[in-house]
C-alpha cells in the first residue's frame, strides 16, 4: 500500500478469478443488449440504473475487493459508491483530451481512493495517469486561485506537458485503485480492444462525511436505482443518470453482503 501513497495509483492483479470476471462480463452484455445500450466517447455509462445492476453489485460485494478496502482504510464496516461503469466496443475510438481530478479544489488534502475492477485486458484503451501528481493538487489550486466544492476539475493541459504519464497495462480480474487527487483519464486510440470495468468505491461508514442526511440519501438512491458519482460520501447522483429505467435484479440471493454496504 506505500506504493499507492507515494504514486498515487497501484494496480492490484487477480482480485477477481476468471471464472468470477466471465460471470460479471456475461450479466453485462445480457444487460447492454436487452437495454440497447450504446456507448460513446469515453464509454462511461449511468444510464438505466447502471448503477444498481447485478455485474456492478456482483462485482461490488466480492470479498477479495472488500477486503482490500478494508485495509486501506483499517476498517470492517464499509460503505460503497453506486458508481456505473465504462464499456469501449472493438470499433469504440476517442481521441478526447480530459485529464481531470475527481475532489474539489476547496479540499486539496486526502480525502478518498477511487477505482475500477476491469473484465478486459488492456494496454491502450486504458486509464492514462500522472504519477505522483496527487501530490501536486494543492499546489495546482493554489497557483491558480481556484475555488469550488464540484468534486471534479479539469487540469489545464499546459500544466501537464512537461509531466510523464502512464497508460496503465490491465489484466482482467485486476483492481486499478488511486487518490481522488490523482490527475487521470480514460483514452481509446485506434485500436481493437474491448475494454469493460465497474467503478468501485469505498469508505469507512464512520467518515465525518456519512452524515444522517447522506445515510438518508444512499437509502433513497438504493431503492430507487440512482446512478452516483464515485463517492459514497457526500453521495450525489451522478450528473449523467437519466431516468430510463431496467429492471432490477433479484438481490435475494446475495444476503447480507448488499445491504451491509449502503
Not at 494543492?138 to 466544492?149: A, H, I, M, Q, W
Not at 480480474?173 to 481509446?188: E, K, P, Y
Not at 433513497?220 to 443518470?241: D, E, L, Q, V, Y
Request: one cysteine or more; aromatic letters at 12%; a negative charge.
Amino acid at each position: 500500500m506505500d506504493y499507492l501513497k507515494s504514486h498515487g495509483y497501484m494496480v492490484i492483479d487477480n482480485v477477481l478469478s476468471p471464472e468470477e470476471v466471465e460471470f460479471a462480463t456475461k450479466l453485462f452484455h445480457e444487460w447492454r443488449i436487452k437495454n440497447q445500450i450504446v456507448t460513446k466517447n469515453n464509454g462511461l455509462i449511468h444510464s438505466h440504473n447502471a448503477g444498481h445492476q447485478e455485474h456492478a453489485w456482483y462485482i461490488r460485494t466480492s470479498v477479495n475487493l472488500t477486503n482490500i478496502f478494508k485495509q486501506l482504510w483499517n476498517t470492517n464496516d464499509l460503505i460503497v459508491s453506486f458508481d456505473g461503469c465504462c464499456y469501449m466496443a472493438p470499433e469504440d475510438h476517442y481521441d478526447g483530451e480530459w485529464t481531470h481530478v475527481d475532489q474539489s479544489p476547496n479540499n486539496t488534502d486526502f480525502r478518498g481512493y477511487q477505482g475500477f475492477v476491469s473484465l478486459t485486458d488492456n494496454q491502450e484503451k486504458t486509464l492514462l495517469v500522472y504519477d505522483r501528481s496527487h501530490l501536486m493538487y494543492d499546489s495546482y489550486v493554489k497557483e491558480r486561485g481556484l475555488t469550488g466544492d464540484k468534486n471534479f476539475l479539469m487540469i489545464d493541459r499546459d500544466y501537464l506537458e512537461p509531466l510523464e504519464k502512464t497508460a496503465l497495462d490491465v489484466k482482467k480480474g485486476s483492481l486499478v485503485v488511486w487518490d481522488s487527487r490523482l490527475f487521470h483519464q480514460n483514452q481509446a486510440p485506434s485500436s481493437s480492444e474491448e475494454r469493460l470495468v465497474q467503478y468501485v468505491s469505498y469508505m469507512p461508514r464512520n467518515h465525518k462525511d456519512n452524515t444522517k442526511t447522506n445515510e438518508d440519501k444512499r437509502l433513497h438512491a438504493f431503492r430507487n436505482g440512482i446512478t452516483t458519482t464515485h463517492w459514497a460520501a457526500p453521495m450525489k447522483r451522478h450528473s449523467w443518470a437519466s431516468d430510463e429505467q431496467s429492471i432490477i435484479f433479484d438481490m435475494k440471493h446475495y444476503g447480507n453482503s448488499i445491504y451491509n454496504l449502503i
